[in-house]
């Protein structure tokens, strides 16, 4: 197991990345959002009342990899070169993938993750209305399952 690089005897740091060597990078982030049956026919019909579902939670997921240095306080700002954000449907979910690609000096997992999430935060968020019980509570509606499920550096893919 590795050692802590963002603590050492003085306090909290960010980790010195100028001696690394810029090479590709990519991570892969998934996670999904569990939903009524009935709400996936909304969103797959676009008949939401706040609009196209999907295309707000790609740019809300795109926006919030950019911002991932404004979010998470030891990140490095990293010059990317490419995110794209997909979904697949299931009858009760949906599954997010956020890639992000870079040719820097550190990986941009943080930044798959955020985006990831912040997608599906944007999905809750567009169809809390009809996810809401007869108490406003929201007893099957959950976020679940996020995760890298791919990290590459230095092989770069077309």
Do not use: S
């Not at 909290?12 to 991570?27: D, L, S, T």
């Not at 997921?61 to 990140?75: D, H, Q, R, S």
């Amino acid at each position: 197991m590795g050692e802590l690089t963002h603590v050492d005897e003085k306090g909290v740091k960010m980790v010195e990345v100028g001696h690394k060597k810029e090479v590709f990078r990519k991570a892969v982030a998934r996670g999904r959002i569990r939903l009524r049956p009935e709400t996936i026919g909304l969103i797959r019909a676009g008949k939401t009342k706040k609009g196209n579902v999907i295309a707000t939670a790609q740019i809300a997921g795109i926006l919030a990899v950019k911002k991932t240095p404004e979010l998470i306080p030891l990140c490095h700002p990293i010059p990317l070169t490419g995110v794209d954000i997909t979904f697949e449907f299931g009858e009760d979910y949906i599954e997010a993938t956020c890639e992000v690609r870079a040719t820097y000096k550190t990986g941009v997992e943080m930044e798959a993750l955020t985006g990831v999430t912040v997608a599906l935060l944007t999905i809750w968020d567009m169809v809390k209305a009809v996810e809401k019980d007869e108490n406003g509570q929201y007893p099957f509606t959950r976020i679940e399952d996020i995760r890298v499920v791919e990290k590459v550096k230095g092989q770069f893919e077309q």
